[in-house]
């Protein structure tokens, strides 16, 4: 068993890089590149050599391209640096000619002066992406001139709270890992992945901060600082980071004792991922405890009015649209007094849950009754239920004993992928009311043009599927121990 969950890994992993590599090909040649400007505001304004400049350097920050000025050319390979940047010389000459062989295309600014770009192949562009997609910290990472004696080291120290923590200097977190209250509860900086900046949205911001950072206004909190300072401040001082000396401020030596003062801030909102998960699970577990409970009465009243009253249900779920049946149920909502955008109260009020959750579960019974509806019928018409019959066991010990426990197989494996889907968020749910959760993330990214975070959003969701098939074939085992996943012996 130990050996076919190791192999399944493997396999899920590679699939799930697959998947990655084929979606970052496509969105970097099927797509002209051009296009990724449609939606940047700051370009609109620009023109001219300043316009040239951005868009390269902008294509060389995304992976396309490898940009290179004039000057740099000379700076990196000549050995006659001054006689290079001069212009009109041999030497200036013979550089450009290098890299035209080297497969840079050689073009010129409205002022004269030379730049170069080599495109990227699929390959290249593969390569260059997962060249630094882990990202491991350690000791060595920093490289600060202004600081030459900056100790190198791990050790165990203690953080605001007084919670020991392993730390680092020379590090580019100083908390490696450590300890709080929120899940999974151990944390920890020293690897991370590295899915590039969000652009044109959220600007320069890290992808998966965007995911996972909070939202809302700042969260003032009273801390403890390790100069011994102990003010409100929205900072997060697990997540320092090392900040050069030539940009340390007045306002970073109150605070911190060395250069570890680039610190996140908290927000006194959930972040996007964690809305959407809110929202899934309670509904989820709502869907679940109303549809399987009708499920297996219908299926024990088959053909009987309960049975027509579910069947019915379930055709009227099925057939309208679920966007008229959320603006259905929102409209009745109103009129208990229930806000029909969930900004209106925000996250700390109760009201802005009630319809989202209503609706995300009521959308789901209808699948999950009619599937549980199906697999107690099928059992209850196989052999081994006729045999118990034909041994006298009662109607109920004949339901509870034999039918359910196989009936339900299926449906729990099915609970895994069911929590995953719910991290994506639902989007018409969520767009319909306001949401600030994933519901929209990926669709949005593609309409956007934001390569990375189609990127970074492809890697989670496929990632958690193809786990969460495996989780769920791990539980067919937990509930039912004769169904075996391998051959004998392996």
């Known amino acids: 068993m130990k050996n076919y969950i190791l192999s399944r890994i493997i396999k899920s992993i590679i699939a799930l890089f697959v998947v990655l590599s084929i979606v970052i090909v496509m969105l970097f040649t099927l797509i002209p590149r051009v296009n990724i400007f449609k939606n940047d505001t700051s370009i609109q304004r620009m023109k001219g050599d300043e316009k040239t400049s951005y868009m390269y350097n902008k294509w060389d920050e995304l992976g396309y391209l490898d940009f290179i000025t004039f000057n740099e050319m000379c700076y990196a390979s000549s050995d006659d640096v001054k006689a290079c940047v001069s212009g009109d010389t041999k030497e200036a000459a013979d ?9 840079y295309i ?125 003010q409100n401040s929205p900072l997060l001082q697990h997540s320092c980071r090392y900040k050069p000396t030539s940009t340390l401020d007045r306002m970073d030596t109150t605070k911190f004792t060395d250069n570890y003062a680039n610190c996140d801030t908290q927000y006194d909102s959930p972040s996007m991922i964690s809305t959407s998960l809110t929202f899934g699970l309670i509904s989820l577990f709502i869907a679940y405890l109303i549809a399987i409970p009708a499920g297996i009465y219908m299926a024990r009243k088959k053909g009987k009015l309960a049975d027509k009253i579910g069947i019915v249900y379930i055709n009227f779920l099925s057939a ?31 009201r802005s849950y009630i319809l989202p959750i209503i609706i995300l579960a009521l959308l789901s019974t209808s699948s999950l009754m009619m599937w549980t509806r199906r697999y107690m019928i099928d059992q209850s ?5 006729k045999f118990a019959r034909a041994k006298g066991l009662s109607e109920g010990e004949i339901f509870n004993r034999h039918i359910l426990k196989n009936a339900i197989i299926p449906i729990v494996n099915q ?76």
């Open 381 to 385: 018409n196989s052999d081994y239920v």
């Open 106 to 230: 050689i073009e010129q600014f409205s002022d004269g002066s030379y730049y170069g770009y080599y495109e990227y192949n699929p390959l290249e562009i593969l390569g260059n992406f997962y060249s630094h997609f882990i990202q491991i910290d350690h000791p060595n990472k920093i490289e600060d001139p202004d600081n030459p004696d900056l100790e190198r080291k791990y050790y165990i120290g203690s953080d605001q709270n007084g919670v020991p923590a392993v730390m680092c200097s020379g590090c580019e977190y100083k908390y490696q890992i450590y300890f709080d209250g929120s899940f999974p509860f151990i944390h920890q900086n020293i690897i991370s992945l590295d899915f590039g900046t969000s652009y044109p949205t959220k600007l320069g911001i890290d992808t998966m901060n965007v995911i996972a950072d909070g939202q809302g206004n700042a969260k003032m909190e009273e801390q403890t600082f390790p100069t011994g300072s102990t």
């Open 415 to 490: 609970i895994p992928v069911s929590i995953v889907m719910t991290i994506s968020g639902s989007v018409i749910t969520e767009t319909v009311f306001a949401i600030p959760g994933m519901g929209k993330m990926l669709p949005d990214s593609i309409n956007m043009l934001n390569n990375n975070m189609v990127i970074t959003l492809t890697f989670i969701f496929t990632g958690l599927s193809v786990f969460a098939v495996l989780v769920g074939d791990l539980l067919m085992t937990v509930i039912d121990p004769r169904i075996k996943l391998t051959e004998k012996g392996e």
């Open 320 to 350: 309208v649209p679920s966007l008229a049946f959320i603006f259905f149920v929102k409209q009745i909502g109103q009129g208990f007094g229930l806000p029909d955008k969930f900004p209106h109260y925000g996250f700390g009020d109760i």
């Open 95 to 103: 550089i450009l000619q290098e890299y035209e062989n080297n497969g």
